[in-house]
C-alpha cells in the first residue's frame, strides 16, 4: 500500500509498504479521507514530540473496513467506519479514577499513518473508539470525529447557557469549532484572528462578531460594556495569548487554554487579576471516549456542519500542497483521499 511518511521537518515520502494485516481484536481499514490538523502542520514545520521522524503520519480519518480480525464481533468487511487514534488502557492511575484523557498510556498507544491507503486500528480501540458511519455523513465530515472530541471535552463541565458571551481567540479549525459549539448552546459570540479569509468563514459560520487582533481590545469595550466574556478559549498556542487571554474575561469568568504550546514555556499573570476577580484558568488536553460519542452524536445528527472547514482535497500524492498551503495561512483544514 501506498503511505506517508514524515522524514524530518518539511520533507514528506510517499513510501511502498506491506498493506497489515489485522490481529485477533484488530480492523484494518480503507481510508476514505484523512484531514490535516494544525498538530501536523507543526510537525511538518518544525517537528512535533508526539509525532516521531521519520514515520507514518496523520490522525484524523474514515474509511471502509477491509477485512475484522478474529474476535471481531461489531464490525465487517464493507462496514463504513469512523474512528480516533487513541483510547485510555482502563487499567492507569488516570484510568482507574476515570480521567481517560489523562490515561497514562494513551500517546504510546496511539496510531498514526491516515495519510495512507490503510491503516490498522489496535483493539483497544476498536472496542472504544470505532464507529458506524451514518450514510449522510460524507467520510470527510466524519473524519471530523477526532478534532470535535477534543473541543467537546474542553467545553465539558462549564454549564454554557443561552446568552453567555464567548470570545474565541483564534481562526484555525479548532477555533472554528469552538464557535459552532458555542453556537449550538445559543451564546453569542465574537472571534478573532488574523486571516481575514478564515474571519469570513466564521461570519459564515454564524459568528455574531469578528474582529481582527489590532481591533479587538476596543471591540470588547463595546460588545461587554468593558466587562469582559463570560468565556474566553486560546485556540492559539501563542504564548502571548495565554498571556493576554485573562485581560479579556469577566470577574468571575473562565478561560479555556486550548492550544498547546512548546514544553517550557512560561507565562506569567497578575495575581491580583486572577484573585480577587476570581478568574478560572482551564487547561484542555485530549478526550475521553464519552467525549468521543458525544462528538459522534453531533455529527451523525447533522447538529453541526463541519463542511464549510474543509478547504479543498488532495490525493496522497499531493500531500506538500496542502500543508504548504496552510503554512502560508490558507485554508483551514484539507481532505487527503487516497
Ligand atoms: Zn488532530
Ligand atoms: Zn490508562
Redesign the pocket.
Known sequence: MKAVYLMQPGTVEIRDIPTPKPAFGEVLIRIKAALTCGTDLKAFLRGHPMIPMPGLFGHEFSGVVEEAGKGVIRFRPGDEVMSVHTA?????????IGE?N?????MQTKILGAFAEYIVIPKHIVQQNLFHKAPQLAFEEAAFLEPLACVVHGMKGLHMKKGDSVLIIGTGPIGLLHLLLAKLKGTRVMITGLERDRLETARRLGADDVTLPSLLVENIETATSGLGFDYVFECTGQVEVWENAVNYVRPGGTVILFGGCKQGTVVTYDTYRIHYNEITLKGIFHFTPADVKESYKLLGDGLINVKPLISGNYPLEKIREPFERLSRGEGVKYAITP
Not at 489523562?102 to 494513551?106: A, F, G, H, Q
Open positions: 485510555p488502557c482502563r487499567k492507569c492511575r488516570s484510568c482507574a481517560y489523562l490515561c497514562e498510556n494513551i
